[in-house]
Nanobody, 115 residues
Framework: QVQVVESGGGLVQAGGSLRLSCAAS????????MGWFRQAPGKERKLVAA???????YYADSMKDRFTISRDNAKNTVYLQMNSLKPEDTAVYYC?????????WGKGTLVTVSS
C-alpha cells in the first residue's frame, strides 16, 4: 500500500512555474507506476501525467511540452514541474499510483493560476 502527501501548490500568475512534490510511504514504492491527477471545480478528476517504475512517462495532450514528471526512488518522491501555467490549470492536484488506488488518495495540493 502506498500513502502520499502532496505539496508545492500555491498562487502563481499565468506564465509562471510551480514544482509539485509527492512524498510516498512504503518500502515497495519503486515498483509502482505513479501519476499526477487534477480536479478543477465542478469537473472530474483526470490524469495529468504518469511515470512507470522504469521511468517511462505519459502526458495528457494539453500538458505536453509544459509539464515534466519525474521520480526519485531513493527519496520515495514523485515530482511534477509545471511551466507556462495557464488559468485553466487551476485545480487541486493529487498524486496516486497509476492506475489509482482508492485507498491511496492524498489531500492534494491547490494550484491557482491568475490571469
Amino acid at each position: 500500500q502506498v500513502q502520499v502527501v502532496e505539496s508545492g501548490g500555491g498562487l502563481v500568475q499565468a506564465g509562471g512555474s510551480l514544482r509539485l512534490s509527492c512524498a510516498a510511504s512504503g518500502r515497495t514504492f519503486s515498483i509502482y507506476a505513479m501519476g499526477w491527477f487534477r480536479q478543477a471545480p465542478g469537473k472530474e478528476r483526470k490524469l495529468v501525467a504518469a511515470i512507470s517504475s522504469g521511468g517511462s512517462t505519459y502526458y495528457a495532450d494539453s500538458m505536453k511540452d509544459r509539464f515534466t514528471i519525474s521520480r526519485d526512488n531513493a527519496k520515495n518522491t514523485v515530482y511534477l514541474q509545471m511551466n507556462s501555467l495557464k488559468p485553466e490549470d487551476t485545480a487541486v492536484y493529487y498524486c496516486n499510483t497509476n492506475p489509482p488506488r482508492m485507498d491511496s488518495w492524498g489531500k492534494g495540493t491547490l494550484v491557482t493560476v491568475s490571469s
